[in-house]
């Protein structure tokens, strides 16, 4: 199974950072047994992002696409709303079981935006952009994303 990581951060973009949590979460994904096809920042922008999303399933890179970042309540988080534009089929139970286990100890997750959906045979989630909280979620979530995938691939 190959995966993609997208950091949205526009500041990192400009300065050619990398993003702690795509790299969190490549080793994470390579150790599940992934191959990781991309682990990139892109800017926080809806349209590049969407455009990057979707080129992805269409040309299928990846039949995992993570993002990291811009997922929460602001004007500028952008990646949630990326996800919607291309899905095909959104998949609420994910993000919602996201942000219960991410409030077991804190409410700060009542405030996340993220959504989950399929575009083409690609499963694509959005996940926090803190490099911890990103690795314990998907951590947490993994065996069912695989699960999910074997599923689209039938």
Do not use: W
Request: charged share 30%; glycine share 4%.
């Amino acid at each position: 199974m190959k995966a993609a990581i997208f950091t949205l951060d526009t500041e990192s973009y400009k300065a050619r950072k990398a993003s702690a949590a795509g790299m969190v979460l490549k080793k994470l994904l390579e150790q599940s047994g992934f191959e990781t096809a991309a682990v990139r920042v892109i800017p926080k922008d809806r349209k590049v992002a969407a455009s990057v999303l979707k080129r992805v399933a269409e040309e299928q890179t990846a039949e995992l696409v993570l993002t990291t970042g811009a997922a929460g309540h602001l004007e500028s988080d952008c990646a949630p709303y990326a996800l919607m534009d291309v899905a095909e089929r959104l998949l609420p139970g994910i993000p919602e079981t996201l942000r219960a286990f991410r409030n077991r100890d804190s409410l700060q997750a009542v405030l996340d935006c993220s959504a989950a959906g399929v575009c083409k045979k690609t499963l694509m989630v959005n996940l926090p952009g803190d490099a911890k909280e990103a690795k314990e979620a998907l951590e947490f979530i993994l065996p069912e994303l695989k699960r999910a995938i074997e599923m689209l691939n039938v």
